[in-house]
């Protein structure tokens, strides 16, 4: 049974910085398309960033050019860097791990932006 850890998260203000990182046990965590959502009170579970295993990245309009995905595979390891932060990023944020019927979810880092 693969399991994801996330840590990182936090309290910051906004225009304030954050790491997130997903630790993966097994194998094989390379194959793996890792992603991370978030999903705010009230509302529905949404893609933010993922990343292939070729290392191909893609991610949700309102993050652009402020989150960046990033894997490192002798790591097991997923990372998301949240920069520039606005109070409309609070959430609670989970890591994905999917390759054909395997997905696994971690158990969420709450991320709070102060404005």
């Known amino acids: 049974q693969r399991q994801l850890v996330e840590s990182g998260g936090g309290l910051v203000q906004a225009g304030g910085s954050l790491r997130l990182s997903c630790a993966a046990s097994g194998s094989i965590f390379s194959i793996y398309l890792m992603g991370w959502y978030r999903q705010a009170p009230g509302k529905l579970r949404e893609l933010v960033a993922r990343?292939?295993?070729?290392?191909?990245?893609n991610y949700v309009d309102s993050v652009k050019d402020r989150f960046t995905i990033s894997r490192d595979n002798a790591k097991n390891t997923v990372y998301l860097q949240m920069n520039s932060l606005k109070p409309e990023d609070t959430a609670v944020y989970y890591c994905n791990a999917n390759h054909g019927l395997n997905n696994y979810w971690g158990q969420g880092t709450q991320v709070t932006v102060s404005s």
């Open positions: 990343i292939t295993s070729g290392g191909n990245t």
